[in-house]
């Protein structure tokens, strides 16, 4: 059994900072991409950012040059750095990795995990 647990959201004021983090559990043999997505209320689900297992990186463009992701492969945890944070960043932050694990049956299965999601609120 596959896990991801978020944790570092919270309440901070317009052009504050908050790092969320995300780590993933169980029998895992491979991580491939993990990412952050958020909804805000009344809106889809959309891509914040996401990094492969080699490193390379991919931003929505209203994040470019405030939020940074980053992963440690080695303890298998994604961060996202949120910096310049505005009011339209409140959201509710899903973390998502592509997880190659091994099932009861033996045999090696790729699927897409999600965390419980983590609420950002940037508000003065």
């Known amino acids: 059994q596959v896990q991801l647990v978020e944790s570092g959201g919270g309440l901070v004021q317009p052009g504050g900072s908050l790092r969320l983090s995300c780590a993933a559990s169980?029998?895992?043999?491979?991580?491939?991409?993990m990412g952050w997505y958020r909804q805000a209320p009344g809106k889809e689900r959309e891509l914040v950012a996401h990094i492969t297992s080699g490193g390379m990186t991919n931003y929505a463009d209203s994040v470019k040059g405030r939020f940074t992701i980053s992963r440690d492969n080695a303890k298998n945890t994604a961060t996202l750095q949120m910096s310049s944070l505005r009011p339209e960043d409140t959201a509710v932050y899903y973390c998502?990795?592509?997880?190659?694990?091994?099932?009861?049956?033996?045999?090696?299965?790729?699927?897409?995990?999600w965390g419980q999601g983590t609420q950002v609120t940037v508000s003065s």
């Open positions: 169980g029998s895992i043999f491979h991580i491939h991409t």
């Open positions: 998502n990795a592509v997880i190659t694990s091994l099932s009861g049956s033996g045999q090696y299965v790729s699927q897409d995990y």
